[in-house]
């Protein structure tokens, strides 16, 4: 079962949607590159959300629907 990732706004989603069209395949492991380049900073915040991110990218990777289809 997958869980839906929290989007906390537009942002989030517009990031994920870049990350794909630059990277494809390897667009959550760049995201992924970005949340551990964030936490050895320091930035909690910005690791969290290039978390999220990738936690976005990965179902949106996916070819079936996801959660309550109505």
């Known amino acids: 079962m997958t869980v839906m990732p929290y989007v906390a ?12 069209a630059l990277y ?10 970005r949340a551990d380049r964030s ?3 320091g930035n909690h915040i910005h690791f969290c ?3 999220q991110i990738e936690r976005l990218i990965l179902v949106m ?4 629907p996801v ?3 109505h």
Do not use: P
Not at 9 to 20: E, K, N, P, S
Not at 24 to 33: L, N, R, S, T
Not at 61 to 64: A, E, K, V
């Open 9 to 20: 706004d537009h942002r989030v989603l517009a990031d994920a949607v870049d990350l794909i």
């Open 24 to 33: 494809g395949d390897d667009a959550g492991f760049e995201a992924a590159a």
């Open 39 to 41: 936490r050895d900073v």
């Open 49 to 51: 959300r290039w978390r």
């Open 61 to 64: 990777s996916l070819d079936r």
């Open 67 to 69: 959660g309550t289809v």
